[in-house]
């Protein structure tokens, strides 16, 4: 490993861990403080890495660390994107260690955030000192870390926009994404969009006894269940009207390809301690997480929940739904489609009522540009293999985003693994993929000031 790594990679780690303390959850206003806090501390870190010009950037809505370090105008200029927010940490009742308190355990980093995206984002912070301290940074860099991403990125846009000036760049980095393992190095080529909806079911005008009135109307969560379980047929295909029209066609060359990456269906339900993996018909778990598009639901509530029975009708069921999406699908085609469809299939005495929650468009980045092959070199240097081109199935909505307002492309240099229960309980990061992390990131700013 680089040795100014190794000498200080304690140091580093205490660094990491102080940012993690800091519970800088973004959907929970109550925390707006610590939001703050943390961008104060990202501004700090940068300036003693080497940054120039940092500054937190207050927006309607959280605030944006900005920072550059540049080194001249005949040098390619890299734009690394982060986020410093996280989501709760509920239910913290399976945390084995408090998620505010950091605490390596099995060389893992246990902590809400540790990979998702602190972890990851402070590599870039470190990557920068290691450059600084070594005398040479190789690419301008500039810095744009958010505090919104896990709610939606609701004002980035904004920033773009109103600072359109300081992000000239030629390649967007970003380390929020997971990869195969530190033995069988990949590369995110790809992510999901998504379209999110809250529905709402209204039956009878109050909560009714279930005795006196128990089948004679139609009970909304009775209703709300066969709704859901009419969206999916026996091959679990989504039956929504159009819902496919637009799904991109992968050729059979492609999927062959996708094919060669090790199958890890065994070791998947061996950590979810299930017995059986399922999905649409015809492809593989992979495929079924990358390039098909799903639905499920997220949250679902109504009637009584509390101790006890209590014989009720309720008025009102609830659910919260998901859809993920693959390229040329549309976000608010989707939402569209989906609303028509579901206010079509409700029962007589029930009245539904669809919201939308933030969305996202799907991304899928070339591998043949000078980011991608820079990308390959540097975790070949790092970790000895040649990277497998691979695509995820979460979302980064701000990917799309960036293509559209400033015309570039990203390289998703994520080091996250499938073990890192990332907004789940015990979320956590190794110890090797944040060291390795700063230490490819060096190199990719160097191969990409040579391409
Ligand atoms: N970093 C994740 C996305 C991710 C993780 C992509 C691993 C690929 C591999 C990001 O913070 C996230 O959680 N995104 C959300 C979407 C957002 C709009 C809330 C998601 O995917 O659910
Ligand atoms: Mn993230
Ligand atoms: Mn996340």
């Known amino acids: 490993m680089n040795s100014y790594i190794e000498q200080n990679k304690d140091r580093f780690l205490e660094e990491l861990f102080e940012i993690l303390r800091i519970p800088s959850v ?8 610590d939001i703050k806090k943390t961008a104060e501390f990202v501004k700090a870190k940068l300036e003693s ?33 982060g986020h410093y927010d996280v989501q709760p940490a509920d239910p913290i009742e399976l945390w084995e260690s408090p998620p505010f308190e950091p605490e390596i355990r099995d060389g893992r980093i246990y902590a809400r955030g540790a990979c998702d995206d602190k972890g990851q984002m402070y590599m870039h912070v470190k990557a920068l000192e290691v450059m600084s ?19 939606g990125s609701n004002n980035l846009g904004w920033f773009v926009d109103n600072h359109r000036d300081r992000l000239d760049a030629d390649i967007i980095l970003i380390s929020d994404t997971d990869m195969l393992g530190l033995d069988t190095p990949s590369i995110c080529t790809g992510l999901r969009g998504l379209s999110y909806v809250e529905v709402e079911l209204t039956g009878p005008s109050r909560d009714l006894h279930s005795g006196l009135y128990g089948g004679s109307v139609t009970n909304p969560i009775n209703a709300l269940c066969e709704m859901i379980e009419s969206l999916r047929d026996e091959s679990n295909r989504i039956t929504i009207p159009g819902f496919y029209d637009d799904v991109e066609v992968v050729t059979e060359a492609e999927r062959a390809k996708m094919g060669l ?5 065994e070791q998947t339900k061996k950590e979810l301690e299930i017995d059986e993996l399922d999905g649409e018909e015809g492809y593989t778990s992979l495929e079924r997480t990358s390039i098909r598009p799903t639905l499920d639901v997220n949250g679902i509530w109504g009637g009584y929940t509390q101790e006890g029975a209590k014989t009720v009708i309720p008025s009102k069921a609830y659910a919260k739904i998901s859809m993920r999406l693959v390229p040329n699908q549309s976000s608010d085609a989707i939402t569209e489609l989906f609303t028509k469809h579901f206010e079509s299939i409700a029962p007589k005495g029930i009245q539904v009522k669809v919201t939308p929650h ?10 043949d540009s000078k980011g991608f092959k820079a990308a390959e070199l540097a975790m070949k240097d790092t970790l000895g293999k040649d990277p497998i081109p691979v695509r995820s ?33 015990n979320e956590s990061y190794g110890v090797q993929n944040f060291l390795k992390g700063i230490e490819a990131i060096t190199r990719f700013h160097y191969h990409f000031s040579k391409a």
């Open 393 to 425: 199935g979460g979302s980064i909505p701000i990917v799309a985003m960036f293509k559209e307002k400033l015309g570039l492309d990203s390289v998703l240099f994520g080091f996250g693994l499938s073990i890192d229960a990332i907004h789940s309980p």
């Open 133 to 151: 301290n070594e005398g040479e940074v190789p690419c301008n860099i500039k810095f744009m870390i958010e505090g919104e991403e896990e709610i």
């Open 261 to 265: 990456a090790p199958n890890k269906d």
């Open 358 to 367: 933030h969305g996202g468009e799907p991304a899928v980045t070339p591998i």
């Open 49 to 81: 890495a080497g940054a120039e010009n940092v500054e937190v950037v207050d927006t309607p809505g959280n605030p944006i660390v900005y920072g550059e370090k540049m080194v001249g105008d005949d040098k390619p200029t890299v734009l690394v994107y």
């Open 26 to 33: 973004s959907t929970d206003a109550s925390f707006s403080a």
